[in-house]
């Protein structure tokens, strides 16, 4: 039996998150079928995939409105979790949303992700597969396979991308901040004392360059992210290697956070045994790339940012709609006109992001009143 003609360039996407699948969800509803993406993950339950996120209306949500997705993400977002409050180390309120809205509504970053991938054809999506290095044309896999013929080959593939070495020499660097992610179950012994402090939303406490970054998840579990500025090794000293036991890595962050609120630093006893350490890297501030013919970036892989801003996967999300769009509307022209054309609109998109993320990071982090400054920021952005 002959196989179906495909329609469309052949595209190869690299990485099935949330910026290489709403690209191939988009594609895919205006009919185009020759896309393959290569994913190093084995399965789409292989691993979490992180907390929550807010999606903007003009970014995030348009890129959904474009796929067909938006009634499903409907059904799944939470509005009533869209909710800031902000406190200084003293857990002192300097600010509180007090559920007003900014029409930014939370969903787990899974359940996104699933509904993206349920969006497109299982049978574009290579599953298990590791991309080594990519040039014009041509894929190469880890495993040496070279697959070729390819007229775009989109860099999907987030921070240590396999596709920016064939535009660009720079790399992400550190940013000088580092962290540790532990969770708030919903079934922890003093669920309700965390549950009535923190509220539905984000709950940022900052002090002294350190903070405490907590949010909701839809299971009801609160997502604690203990962060500070702190070398790149903070990761790997000698008083966390030395063992991995819970009392051990709890007594260690109560050090590293006794001058913050004892109700704060309670926190820290209610999570779960289970931590990571998460060390924030960036691309510089404006990073551009010359274009290449049949090559190109989209999300972190082009403009890796810190979350302190909450744009990374808005951004993403827009960079593929963008892409998207620009492909469609050349169809029947250049593609490699389209590319560039996405190219030069992401650049001049990004920057203003990117470097309000790298603001936020410093006055988080090497100022004197970090709450505060936070406090009054966003009480001009809901004012809006």
Same mark, same amino acid.
């Given at each position: 039996?002959?196989?179906?003609?495909?329609?469309?360039?052949?595209?190869?996407? %690299?990485?099935?998150?949330?910026?290489?699948?709403?690209?191939?969800?988009?594609?895919?509803?205006?009919?185009? &079928?020759?896309?393959?993406?290569?994913?190093?993950?084995?399965?789409?339950?292989?691993?979490?995939?992180?907390?929550?996120?807010?999606?903007?209306?003009?970014?995030?949500?348009?890129?959904?409105?474009?796929?067909?997705?938006?009634?499903?993400?409907?059904?799944?977002?939470?509005?009533?979790?869209?909710?800031? &409050?902000?406190?200084?180390?003293?857990?002192?309120?300097?600010?509180?949303?007090?559920?007003?809205?900014?029409?930014?509504?939370?969903?787990?970053?899974?359940?996104?992700?699933?509904?993206?991938?349920?969006? &497109?054809?299982?049978?574009?999506?290579?599953?298990?597969?590791?991309?080594?290095?990519?040039?014009? @044309?041509?894929?190469?896999?880890?495993?040496?396979?070279?697959?070729?013929?390819?007229?775009?080959?989109?860099?999907?593939?987030?921070?240590?991308?396999?596709?920016?070495?064939?535009?660009?020499?720079?790399?992400?660097?550190?940013?000088?901040?580092? @962290?540790?992610?532990?969770?708030?179950?919903?079934?922890?012994?003093?669920?309700?004392?965390?549950?009535?402090?923190?509220?539905?939303?984000?709950?940022?406490?900052?002090?002294?360059?350190?903070?405490?970054?907590?949010?909701?998840?839809?299971?009801?579990?609160?997502?604690?992210?203990? *962060?500070?500025?702190?070398?790149?090794?903070?990761?790997?000293?000698?008083?966390?290697?030395?063992?991995?036991?819970?009392?051990?890595?709890?007594?260690?962050?109560?050090?590293?956070?006794?001058?913050? #609120?004892?109700?704060?630093?309670?926190? %820290?006893?209610?999570?779960?045994?289970?931590?990571?350490?998460?060390?924030?890297?960036?691309?510089?501030?404006?990073?551009?790339?010359?274009?290449?013919? @049949?090559?190109?970036?989209?999300?972190?892989?082009?403009?890796?940012?810190?979350?302190?801003?909450?744009?990374?996967?808005?951004? #993403?999300?827009?960079?593929?709609?963008?892409?998207?769009?620009? %492909?469609?509307?050349?169809?029947?022209?250049?593609?490699?006109?389209?590319?560039?054309?996405?190219?030069?609109?992401?650049?001049?998109?990004?920057?203003?992001?990117?470097?309000? &993320?790298?603001?936020?990071?410093?006055?988080?982090?090497?100022?004197?009143?970090?709450?505060?400054?936070? *406090?009054?920021?966003?009480?001009?952005?809901?004012?809006?």
């Amino acid at each position: 039996m002959m196989e179906a003609a495909k329609s469309g360039p052949k595209i190869a996407i %690299i990485g099935a998150g949330p910026a290489g699948l709403t690209l191939a969800s988009i594609l895919v509803r205006n009919r185009f &079928t020759d896309i393959t993406i290569f994913e190093h993950e084995p399965s789409r339950s292989s691993r979490s995939q992180g907390g929550s996120l807010d999606l903007h209306v003009e970014t995030g949500q348009a890129a959904l409105k474009a796929a067909d997705l938006f009634a499903e993400f409907g059904k799944h977002c939470r509005r009533d979790d869209e909710d800031f &409050t902000i406190v200084d180390s003293a857990n002192t309120i300097l600010f509180s949303s007090n559920g007003q809205s900014r029409g930014r509504p939370e969903i787990d970053r899974q359940l996104l992700r699933n509904m993206l991938l349920d969006s &497109t054809p299982e049978t574009m999506i290579r599953w298990r597969t590791k991309v080594n290095s990519v040039q014009p @044309g041509k894929v190469t896999l880890s495993n040496g396979e070279e697959l070729a013929g390819f007229e775009l080959i989109v860099g999907a593939d987030g921070a240590w991308s396999s596709v920016r070495p064939c535009l660009t020499h720079v790399k992400p660097f550190y940013s000088g901040i580092s @962290g540790y992610e532990l969770c708030i179950r919903k079934n922890a012994t003093d669920y309700k004392v965390a549950a009535e402090m923190l509220g539905h939303g984000s709950y940022f406490a900052l002090g002294d360059g350190r903070c405490f970054l907590i949010q909701r998840q839809g299971n009801g579990d609160y997502r604690m992210v203990a *962060a500070a500025h702190k070398p790149e090794n903070w990761g790997t000293q000698e008083v966390l290697m030395q063992g991995t036991e819970e009392d051990r890595f709890k007594h260690f962050l109560h050090g590293e956070y006794a001058d913050f #609120a004892p109700e704060l630093c309670q926190l %820290i006893d209610m999570a779960d045994a289970d931590h990571r350490h998460w060390p924030f890297y960036m691309l510089p501030v404006g990073l551009r790339w010359h274009h290449q013919r @049949g090559v190109t970036m989209i999300g972190d892989a082009a403009h890796l940012m810190t979350p302190f801003a909450g744009e990374g996967v808005n951004n #993403a999300m827009a960079d593929a709609l963008s892409l998207a769009n620009l %492909i469609l509307q050349h169809q029947k022209g250049d593609l490699d006109e389209a590319v560039r054309s996405y190219e030069e609109e992401m650049f001049r998109r990004i920057e203003p992001s990117m470097a309000r &993320t790298w603001s936020n990071l410093q006055n988080r982090f090497f100022t004197a009143e970090p709450a505060a400054i936070m *406090a009054k920021r966003l009480g001009g952005l809901f004012k809006k």
